[in-house]
């Protein structure tokens, strides 16, 4: 299965743009990146998701590589409330059309006043 | 995202005995995932489970301790069975994107 190293922790001050790194050098040709976000004792939530082109949405843009090996998700305002643990996460195709979604550790984003 | 119903939110049992944790989704979809949480930790995938199949479990993970049961396209059951300590956990459903709150599990 792909994994997917991200650094353990980051600070950002608010209203900067927080840029947080993912790598998956394993990844296949088929499998999507995804990111959710978790804050403290609730279950993750969406961000974004992407294949190969970049992506961009109401919440965040992620940026991929031309080789998929690594993407970034970019929160391009950061407020306080985007203070949580950010996974970057691959979908992993199976048989018959199944997925499975692998997680990573995970980065805990700080945003400062 | 789909949304997710998840319940109980939390229970705290005793060792030996089971826990059947619900989920209930908003929208008809083909696969349900079960993860947990450890305290502090990323989530952990348990099992995929597909309506009219048995589950899939992970390496780790088996069914005589996770049953799981699917009975149509909006519903799904994990059981902890036979508890100990070491499975005080957070307990997780996903389903069409979505995430269900968790079950903050506590065995004594």
């Known amino acids: 299965d792909a994994k997917t190293t991200q650094p353990p922790s980051m600070d950002c001050a608010e209203g900067r743009a927080a840029n947080l790194p993912c790598n998956h050098s394993?990844?296949?040709?088929?499998?999507?990146v995804y990111w959710y976000r978790q804050i403290h004792s609730q279950g993750p939530q969406y961000i974004i998701h992407?294949?190969?082109n970049n992506e961009t949405n109401e919440m965040a843009s992620l940026i991929i590589t031309e080789d998929r090996k690594s993407s970034t998700l970019i929160l391009p305002h950061a407020t306080l409330r985007d203070t949580a643990v950010y996974y970057c996460?691959?979908?992993?195709?199976?048989?018959?059309?199944?997925?499975?979604?692998?997680f990573g550790t995970g980065t805990r984003l700080k945003v400062l006043a | 995202s789909a949304v997710i119903s998840q319940k109980p939110s939390r229970d705290i049992c005793q060792r030996g005995t089971s826990l059947t944790i619900q989920c209930q989704v908003d929208?008809?979809?083909?696969?349900m995932f079960w993860y947990r949480q450890q305290p502090g930790q990323s989530l952990t995938l348990i099992a995929t489970?597909?309506?009219?199949?048995?589950?899939?479990?992970e390496s780790g993970f088996v069914i005589d301790k996770f049953p799981i049961s699917r009975p149509n396209l909006t519903f799904s059951t994990l059981t902890v069975s036979n508890m100990s300590p070491e499975d005080s956990s957070i307990y997780l459903c996903?389903?069409?994107?979505?995430f269900g709150s968790g079950t903050q599990l506590s065995v004594l």
């Open positions: 992407g294949l190969k």
């Open positions: 996460i691959v979908r992993v195709g199976g048989t018959s059309g199944t997925y499975k979604y692998i």
């Open positions: 489970a597909n309506q009219g199949s048995e589950a899939t479990y």
């Open positions: 394993t990844i296949s040709g088929n499998e999507y």
């Open positions: 929208s008809q979809v083909t696969m």
């Open positions: 996903s389903a069409g994107g979505g």
